[in-house]
């Protein structure tokens, strides 16, 4: 099974700042890695796809990175609705994802 | 706009068993591949399993194989998660969500809670 280790665990930050979140693979997935965020009681969004593919509506201050078996999730300009849980998915071989990583005021 | 509503979760007995079901709009269901994902509490995402448009392909995590089955209702617009011979490390959150096919997942429910206790 590939396991996915995201880090930091929790990120404090302000709005207006920048966020950079680390996906880390256990082996290579190439570029078969999704972000989500997720936010208590509600519905995960799907965010980036193909490592660095934004989603649809998503907007240009979320970008991702890297291949292979280092991924990072880039949140420019922090807005308040975007304090909640990351986590990454990869699809390589079969679909595992990470524990996530909280951004939080 | 697409919506994804689950419904179903409940308190069960091990060894009990339950039905989830999770409705889509706002899309043409029956294109798209579906799944189920789940969250037991303090652990991360696993993904359950899934079903391909007309129910021919279905894939099971080695954790659910021969007690869950997932199917459809195509005309209903509808997703099903059969739970049987359930087990207390069952208990979780249960997504439903349309599947890219061997990717990622595009739109989510928000989940329904099933806790496996006696």
């Known amino acids: 099974e590939i396991v996915l280790t995201q880090s930091p665990g929790t990120l404090s930050l302000s709005p207006g700042e920048r966020a950079a979140l680390s996906c880390r693979a256990s082996q290579s997935v190439g570029s078969s890695l999704a972000w989500y965020q997720h936010k208590p009681g509600q519905a995960p969004r799907l965010l980036i796809d193909g490592a660095s593919n934004r989603a649809t509506g998503i907007p240009d201050r979320f970008s991702g990175g890297g291949s292979g078996t280092d991924f990072t999730l880039t949140i420019n300009s922090l807005e308040p609705e975007d304090f909640a849980i990351y986590f990454c998915?990869?699809?390589?071989?079969?679909?595992?994802f990470g524990r996530g990583t909280r951004v939080e005021i | 706009e697409v919506q994804v509503v689950g419904s179903g979760g409940d308190l069960v007995q091990p060894g009990g068993s339950l039905r989830l079901s999770c409705t889509v709009s706002?899309?043409?269901?029956?294109?798209?591949?579906m799944a189920w994902i789940r969250q037991a509490p303090g652990k991360g995402l696993e993904f359950v399993g899934n079903?391909?448009?007309?129910?021919?392909?279905?894939n099971y995590a080695d954790s659910v194989q021969g007690r869950f089955t997932i199917y459809r209702d195509n005309a209903k617009k509808s997703l099903y998660l059969q739970m049987d011979s359930l087990r207390a490390e069952d208990t979780a959150v249960y997504h439903c969500?349309?599947?890219?096919?061997?990717?990622?997942?595009?739109?989510w429910g928000q989940g329904a809670q099933v806790t496996v206790s006696s």
């Open positions: 079903i391909n448009q007309d129910e021919s392909v279905k």
């Open positions: 706002g899309l043409t269901f029956s294109n798209h591949w």
């Open positions: 998915q990869q699809y390589r071989i079969w679909r595992t």
């Open positions: 969500a349309t599947d890219v096919r061997g990717g990622s997942f595009e739109y």
